[in-house]
């Protein structure tokens, strides 16, 4: 009820297979959403055991042809519920679920109701078992625009606080502020905040992509560390226990005194504490061991391990892209990585009229007048002309892929160089996908150079320049 299913397609700009959207908690499944040639609803036993894909233990899979889900995969989760009955009523541990997800997500995202902010136990439990990766976590109030200004404020300081005493990060949690659907603000009071936040957050998900091999590296590091004070606990366990007489009864009192060995392993080691275990969970699993039975120490592993935390991941984070590399440096990168314009960002919906203001070309259907320098948009005729071209094309979500989009130009005859500079005037999102305004730019440039002979500017007139994109070549 807080709106997930709802803010998953205003994401996607579209209705998907197996969506519910109620008032009350309807999703009462995981369901992943993933890209595809057709839509189409994947049972989730035969989706766990898809060759190509990484899940297991999924309810549920949809698959539909989507722009934005050709660089991200979205998994809609259940609604907490706060009854005990229907908790148990689940018929699988959802918290365990939960865990699952978060160690192999690049972001998290928790969506509260502004009229409802309890965190119920099951949520709770949710959000304990994202212990240890609070840095993927985004919060959004939703609903926003039912309340006033005055509510919001006080509501969003409940949230604060009331996420301040459950999650356990000394970091406060970033909290996107606004109304996450396509329908227009019911209140427009904070009209401005909304749209700014909503900007922020969408940015947020477009570098994903980006980011998703530095947070690869980034779980892989926290593996090791934990594999690295597993082993120097059970090496200490193992080093504990006697020759021959009173077996039982040493491993019952290292269990029971598991904080003091805890604290003895780690300054002996120089180890962090959050690199150790849940004490109460591995507690338990230690019952069922003989500690006779365990491996010592292997010194060598231990070296191994640190070699690659202090050697070979560094080689890798060599290999990633920056910002401090040269073009050419950067274009090698890039084609090593097997990165591609198509994945290195998401395409997300734009507000439109949502936040309750229009642009001046909008309010009339003429268009703006040339006067109207803030509206005005020379090519304003021909992207009227232009849209069944457009459509005809076949555009995903309202944009056109590379492989399309590069087709076009590649039929108007000119050369290399010539289709490189007028890509890089065309594209200017840089997302590597034309949508309707970008492929008009495109058509205008491809049109002065072989009708009129002109040469190709080295950069757009701000006349030519959509007005919904100026503000991404501010300099």
Request: with cysteine; hydrophobic share 35%; charged share 30%.
């Amino acid at each position: 009820s807080v709106g997930k299913t709802s803010f998953i397609r205003y994401i996607l700009g579209r209705d998907f297979p197996g969506q519910r959207i109620g008032p009350e908690p309807t999703t009462d499944r995981f369901t992943v959403l993933i890209n595809g040639p057709e839509e189409r609803t994947i049972p989730g036993n035969a989706l766990s055991v898809h060759p190509d894909l990484p899940f297991r233990g999924l309810e549920l899979g949809s698959q539909l042809p989507s722009s934005v889900l050709r660089s991200v995969t979205l998994i809609d989760t259940p609604g907490v519920l706060s009854g005990e009955k229907q908790r148990t009523n689940r018929g699988y541990d959802f918290t365990k679920v939960v865990s699952w997800f978060a160690e192999r997500a690049d972001l998290i995202i928790l969506l509260f109701d502004a009229n409802k902010l309890d965190i119920s136990d099951e949520l709770k439990g949710a959000i304990d078992a994202l212990k240890g990766h609070e840095d993927k976590i985004r919060c959004i109030l939703n609903k926003a625009d039912q309340i006033d200004r005055q509510q919001l404020m006080r509501v969003y300081g409940a949230l604060l606080w009331s996420l301040g005493k459950t999650m356990s990060s000394p970091e406060v949690a970033r909290v996107y502020v606004g109304s996450f659907w396509q329908e227009p603000l019911k209140n427009t009071d904070n009209a401005d905040l909304f749209e700014a936040e909503e900007k922020d957050l969408m940015n947020d998900l477009a570098v994903l992509p980006r980011q998703s091999a530095v947070r690869k590296i980034n779980e892989l590091v926290k593996r090791i560390r934990k594999v690295k004070t597993l082993a120097y606990i059970i090496g200490h366990l193992k080093a504990q226990m006697p020759s021959l007489m009173g077996r039982d009864k040493k491993q019952q009192k290292l269990i029971s005194d598991l904080p003091n060995v805890f604290r003895t392993v780690m300054k002996k080691h120089n180890l962090a504490p959050g690199d150790f275990p849940d004490i109460n969970k591995f507690s338990d699993k230690l019952k069922d061991l003989k500690f006779s039975e365990l491996s010592a120490l292997s010194t060598k592993q231990v070296e191994d391990l640190d070699n690659v935390l202090n050697s070979d991941i560094p080689k890798l984070m060599e290999l990633l892209p920056s910002e401090r590399d040269t073009p050419e440096l950067l274009k090698a990168k890039m084609a090593a990585a097997s990165y591609s314009a198509a994945t290195a960002a998401v395409p997300l919906p734009t507000s439109g009229t949502k936040f309750g203001h229009r642009s001046g070309g909008d309010t009339n259907p003429f268009g703006a007048a040339e006067d109207d320098a803030e509206h005005y948009w020379a090519l304003q005729d021909s992207a009227t002309r232009l849209v069944k071209d457009f459509e005809a094309l076949g555009p995903r979500g309202g944009f056109l892929d590379t492989k399309t989009a590069r087709d076009v130009l590649v039929k108007t005859g000119l050369s290399k160089d010539q289709l490189r500079k007028i890509w890089n005037l065309s594209d200017i999102d840089r997302d590597g996908y034309f949508d309707h305004e970008e492929y008009v730019v495109a058509m205008f440039l491809v049109d002065a150079v072989t009708q009129k002979g002109r040469p190709i500017p080295d950069e757009l007139p701000t006349t030519v320049i959509p007005p919904s994109k100026r503000h991404l070549l501010v300099k």
